[in-house]
């Protein structure tokens, strides 16, 4: 019983700081709040405002109602270790072992500490340098994401998908909405590296080629994020198909330029110009607010053009020839099996970023 006391002892102390470092009790009383706010008929004479809220109060209760249970659970098992039963020692150990099975679990949220890493990502892959062979690898990483996607049961939207001419992809925009993508995505946001014997040369030399991937958070919001509309030109045309046919008769693209920092966002996969517009701008927000967290600026008025993300140093190398490697240059985590990483597994390398990168607030 004594091991048992002491375990306990530490898997409380250990859930009281999490349960300080989270803010929980806070969340736990703004749920209360909200409940009760949503709860009111008058609300609904403002749609806006009561979606919000119960967007709201839905993300709260995936962030606090899980901790809430495992308190509970843990407070369950002291009062019966407070009973003194030396009879109920391997029920009592069995149960600890689940309970911090599940701490260690939960546990993880504690390096998901940025303003947006416990919501929805935007990711979009660009190709670049290296021609065809760059289109090719960009569709790579557009099915490593895909599967990763599968295998973690989230849920994706496409926004945007231009193929190459001969194989690949130019861009692609997908939407990830669930809970914790944007922290657990943001360890890939950079410009990725490849280098294999390409099937696109004739003489199947080794060739390297580049891709970046943006990771961006999902604000729909207009309050998080205010952009003034002097900053920016919206220009509308025709949506173009496929060897030049047309989607739809009407203007319905958007492409929207963010003129201080040069952004450019373009959209046309929608039937309807406000849509393809709403896109574009929840698209745009996201980018901007991700250059603000690169460049630590205040606001997005003190952003710097040219700078953060784009075309840098790359953060990520896999290598498939002469050997198979893939290997982060930040946090030097590095396995052999490209295979695998290529397949959907990058947890690995989310969690190794999480533990080098620092507290986000």
Do not use: C
Not at 121 to 146: C, H, K, N, P, Q
Not at 220 to 240: A, C, M, T, W, Y
Not at 270 to 291: C, H, P, V
């Amino acid at each position: 019983m004594y091991d048992i006391e002491k375990r306990l002892e530490a898997l409380s102390s250990s859930l009281d700081e999490a349960w300080a470092r989270l803010g929980l009790d806070a969340k736990i009383d703004e749920v209360a709040e909200l409940t009760e706010d949503v709860g009111r008929a008058e609300i609904w004479q403002n749609p806006a405002e009561a979606r919000s809220k119960n967007e709201k109060l839905a993300r709260l209760r995936d962030e606090t109602d899980e901790w809430i249970v495992l308190r509970g659970q843990v407070h369950d098992i002291r009062e019966l270790f407070s009973l003194g039963d030396e009879g109920l020692a391997d029920e009592l150990s069995t149960q600890l072992e689940s309970l911090e099975s599940q701490f260690a679990t939960l546990q993880k949220s504690l390096r998901l500490t940025g303003k947006y890493d416990h919501g929805s990502a935007i990711l979009r892959i660009t190709s670049g340098v290296g021609g065809t062979e760059a289109m090719d690898f960009a569709s790579m990483l557009e099915r490593m994401y895909l599967r990763w996607a599968e295998r973690e049961k989230v849920k994706v939207s496409t926004l945007e998908r231009t193929k190459g001419e001969e194989a690949g992809i130019k861009t692609a925009v997908y939407e990830f909405d669930g809970r914790d993508i944007y922290g657990r995505l943001i360890s890939d946001n950079g410009v990725h590296r490849l280098v294999r014997q390409s099937p696109f040369n004739a003489d199947n030399l080794r060739q390297t080629s580049f891709a970046l991937v943006e990771i961006l958070p999902v604000i729909g919001n207009d309050s998080e994020v205010q952009i003034d509309p002097k900053d920016l030109r919206i220009d509308v045309f025709r949506s173009g198909g496929k060897g030049g046919q047309s989607v739809n008769t009407t203007d319905s693209a958007v492409r929207i330029t963010h003129l201080p920092t040069g952004i450019v966002v373009s959209m046309q996969d929608e039937r309807s110009q406000l849509q393809n517009r709403e896109r574009a701008m929840t698209i745009l927000r996201g980018k901007l607010e991700q250059m603000r967290i690169e460049q630590a600026a205040e606001s997005i008025d003190a952003l710097r053009a040219g700078e953060s993300a784009s075309w840098g140093m790359q953060i990520r190398n896999y290598v498939l020839h002469p050997y198979q490697l893939v290997k982060d240059t930040r946090t030097n985590y590095e396995t052999h099996d490209t295979e695998g990483v290529l397949d959907g597994e990058i947890n690995q390398f989310s969690d190794a970023y999480l533990d080098w990168r620092p507290v986000q607030s």
